[in-house]
């Protein structure tokens, strides 16, 4: 029996398996808000860096609107955290080559540097949205302004 | 004789697949198992105000501003479910009209799954079922119509601009009440979208 034209296919199929793995290690599992507007991702803009924040329900089974957490890179973040993570993105963002990514900041007005990071907000729509409020809060100290919402067709 | 001898050896030598074959399959089936694929997702793009540093969102107030108050009601009996409840603050609301009134949008049973939503009014799943009883949310039909008035309002003066909504919620509300009034604003082509923060000292 002739057995390497199957053996190449099974390669290629785990290949491409480990391939998408790593594509979305970002992604917690939320059920995301509907939304009619919602525009798919356009990727015309290849400088853009976007980092993927997570809000998913939190394990304890209460009553709606439920508590949740907020998850970045498989990692919950209290509002400490969340500012040192946003902190350090913003810096990796503007520092040169060798320890950034070397994009300038925006001079917003009153001599405001913004960082040009987006962040994508993937929001559970079950989840009170007290922390919205707590994202929106320490990205504005941290000067990122560029916040995007994931939705759904529903 | 050795001819033969030699075609023996070889035969023998063949490589025994199977193991290999196995280990490929169980590498197959676990990547297979554990590759979450991504769902068909949209982004709503808000962005903050700019100038951060002034807090000048405090002091400037627009006479047509719409802010909406977004708050949760929780039922006293059962507590699986409640209201949110839908006020505006309109400091003009029409020519003539007493400013500072409040316009309450009336609410509507989602827990039985489905609501009318968008233009076309068609229908959408709400609740989900057993396990999220669901709760009364805000006529959202309303709401765009509102918003789409009071937009013709604002562009009738002529500014250029869009009318600045402000989205003020309390803790509790579910975030899909939030993304439908920032849907709804995007639909109408009302880009100056705020979502109010009080501001709190980090812990």
């Known amino acids: 029996m002739e057995l390497t034209p199957m053996i190449d296919c099974v390669f290629l199929l785990i290949m491409f398996f480990i391939l998408t793995t790593q594509i979305t290690v970002n992604i917690e599992e939320v059920t995301l808000p509907f939304a009619l507007e919602g525009q798919p991702e356009k990727r015309e803009n290849t400088d853009a860096v976007m980092l993927i924040m997570n809000v998913r329900k939190s ?69 009170k949205s007290e922390y919205l409020r707590t994202i929106f809060e320490q990205c504005q100290k941290a000067g990122v302004y560029k916040l995007k919402l994931a939705t759904t067709q529903p | 004789m050795r001819i033969k001898q030699n075609k023996r050896v070889i035969e023998e030598s063949e490589l ?8 490929v399959f169980q590498l197959l089936i676990f990547f297979l198992l554990s590759a979450k694929f991504i769902a068909l997702e949209g982004q709503l793009s808000s962005y903050l105000p700019k100038d951060r540093g002034l807090q000048a969102s405090f002091s400037k107030i627009e006479p047509d501003e719409v802010i909406f108050f977004l708050e949760w009601v929780a039922d006293p009996v059962n507590d699986k479910t409640g209201r949110v409840r839908c006020q505006t603050i309109n400091y003009k609301p029409s020519p003539g009209a007493a400013s500072g009134q409040d316009h309450e949008f009336e609410s509507q049973d989602a827990t039985v799954g489905q609501i009318e939503y968008g233009p076309d009014r068609r229908l959408v799943q709400y609740g989900e079922g057993v396990d999220m009883p669901g709760y009364h949310i805000p006529n959202f039909t309303n709401i765009e119509d509102y918003l789409n008035f009071r937009h013709g309002l604002y562009e009738t003066k002529g500014s250029g601009k869009s009318i600045p909504v402000t989205i003020n919620v309390s803790d509790n509300v579910p975030m899909q009440m939030v993304a439908n009034i920032v849907d709804i604003c995007t639909r109408i082509g009302i880009t100056n979208v705020t979502i109010a923060a009080k501001e709190i000292p980090i812990d």
């Open chain 1, 59 to 127: 394990q304890a089974d209460d009553a709606p609107p439920r508590s949740g957490e907020v998850v970045y890179q498989g990692k919950v973040l209290n509002t400490k955290t969340l500012r040192t993570m946003l902190d350090e993105e913003v810096a990796y963002d503007a520092a040169p080559p060798p320890r950034g990514r070397g994009r300038a900041k925006e001079v917003g007005p009153n001599n405001v540097q913004l960082s040009q990071l987006e962040i994508l907000i993937r929001y559970d729509k079950h989840v």
């Open chain 2, 16 to 23: 025994d697949m199977t193991p290999m074959i196995d280990i």
